[in-house]
């Protein structure tokens, strides 16, 4: 399974980004997908992740604002983020797990990585 994240970008307090996860070597029917991300000096924390049947999962502090879903046509996972806040800048990874029909909430629990996409938001 290879996973390309792309999207990243700069944008003011306020606004929003849609980040992509294209999938490939699997549909996203057997896997479940979720977002990571890196802030400087921090570790790497769980955002959100879609299982291979739909069913979503969200960090607390990005619950309300932020939105994971699949296009199984594309084979690729979304991550609408909303009301961007300056902590929200990090590196976002998006990961891939073959146990596709459980929430996957913690690193250890991906077998596949895409390269970051940064997101910067500037306050």
């Known amino acids: 399974v290879q996973l390309q994240a792309f999207g990243g970008g700069l944008v003011q307090a306020g606004g929003s980004l849609r980040l992509s996860c294209a999938a490939s070597?699997?549909?996203?029917?057997?896997?479940?997908v979720g977002w990571f991300r890196e802030a400087p000096g921090k570790e790497r924390e769980f955002v959100a992740c879609?299982?291979?049947?739909?069913?979503?999962s969200y960090a607390g502090s990005m619950k309300g604002r932020f939105t994971i879903s699949a296009d199984v046509a594309e084979n690729t996972v979304y991550l609408q983020m909303n009301s961007l806040k300056s902590e929200d800048t990090a590196i976002y990874y998006c990961?891939?797990?073959?146990?596709?029909?459980?929430?996957?909430?913690?690193?250890?629990?991906?077998?596949?990585w895409g390269q970051g996409t940064v997101v910067t938001v500037s306050s």
């Open positions: 990961a891939a797990s073959p146990y596709y029909a459980n929430f996957q909430t913690t690193r250890e629990e991906y077998h596949f």
């Open positions: 070597g699997r549909t996203l029917s057997f896997l479940a």
């Open positions: 879609v299982t291979g049947g739909g069913r979503t």
